[in-house]
């Protein structure tokens, strides 16, 4: 049984990833050096491949693979292995539920969460022209957060924001138990969420449902002034409605690590903006190290044909 490692849509970014999928083969080969791992498109014999390792793969390329037996996503997220039409739906498609990638996102949401509320770029612009000026606000910490999505991750971001003595509210499409945090769910109160929510937190799956869910209805529910950090899917956000919201007044600002173009074009306004915050959609980046004992016990778990951990619903979409 080979094992084959495909990163990337294209050449150009294959090559800038293969850090990346070299880091994949190195920490698998750590734990079985017997593997027969190969790197696209170092594929080999087509028909020895059963297991694919994917992220960012060429759409139709999988179909090219007729003994796989299942596909791993190398990230949290598999809206990038829905979007090639040629999926064969009978595969099991699994995913990574990693506590360290879920400790990096939280910290991430965390850090400008606090930014935010305590004002640090307004404390910044003020050494910038000398000024000492103790006028309040000083804090923002009477905002209340909302975060879409409270599954493994935002789960975690609700709960360690909560416990920082700050108000979460927090919205998932089925009820959640999570205590301390005020939880909506459905679309019966997705707007009754909205109305009590300051700082918008998407962390949400990208499924046909939540796309472009960060509309201008939406922010329209929100509370005047609210702040959006998106760290889901660049899909999740209509970037025209965003730009309108923070010329009206209605968003006080975004911080955005994700975007429906990556890298974003240099020539996009989200660069310039004086409200927008950028990061390369780095919230969370997969540890080969960390993550990889887990994918090697599904590969076992395949070879004895039994259940496989961490599946996607293929109903759901995650």
């Known amino acids: 049984m080979a094992i084959l490692i495909l990163v990337g849509r294209h050449d150009s970014e294959r090559h800038s990833m293969q850090w990346f999928s070299q880091a994949w083969k190195q920490a698998l080969l750590d734990l079985d050096p017997a593997l027969d791992i190969r790197i696209w498109p170092d594929a080999g014999n087509h028909s020895e491949i059963e297991l694919i390792l994917v992220w960012n793969h060429p759409p139709g390329l999988l179909k090219q693979f007729h003994h796989a037996k299942a596909i791993y996503s190398l990230a949290a997220g598999v809206d990038h292995i829905f979007v090639d039409p040629d999926i064969d739906s009978r595969l099991p498609i699994v995913r990574i539920v990693d506590s360290y990638m879920a400790n990096d996102i939280v910290q991430y949401v965390a850090a400008y969460v606090l930014q935010y509320i305590k004002r640090v770029q307004h404390w910044a612009d003020k050494q910038k022209n000398s000024v000492w000026y103790k006028q309040p606000p000083f804090t923002f910490a009477d905002k209340a957060i909302g975060i879409m999505g409270l599954g493994h991750l935002g789960g975690k971001a609700a709960s360690i924001l909560q ?153 759901k979409g995650y």
Not at 182 to 210: R, V, W, Y
Not at 284 to 303: D, G, I, K
């Open 163 to 315: 416990q920082m003595g700050l108000t979460v509210n927090g919205w998932s499409q089925s009820p959640k138990q999570l205590p301390g945090v005020n939880q909506f769910a459905g679309d019966a109160q997705f707007h009754e969420f909205l109305s009590h929510t300051d700082i918008l937190i998407c962390m949400l799956p990208l499924t046909a449902k939540t796309e472009n869910i960060l509309n201008r209805n939406t922010f329209s529910y929100l509370r005047n002034g609210a702040y959006l950090i998106n760290v889901g899917r660049g899909q999740h956000l209509v970037e025209e409605d965003l730009l309108s919201a923070l010329s009206s007044g209605q968003l006080s600002g975004a911080c955005l690590d994700v975007f429906r173009q990556e890298p974003l074009p240099q020539n996009h306004p989200f660069w310039s903006h004086p409200d927008i915050r950028v990061t390369p959609h780095i919230a969370s980046v997969t540890n080969p190290v960390t993550a990889a004992p887990q994918l090697y016990e599904n590969y076992r778990r395949l070879m004895a044909g039994l259940p496989l951990f961490n599946r996607v619903d293929l109903q």
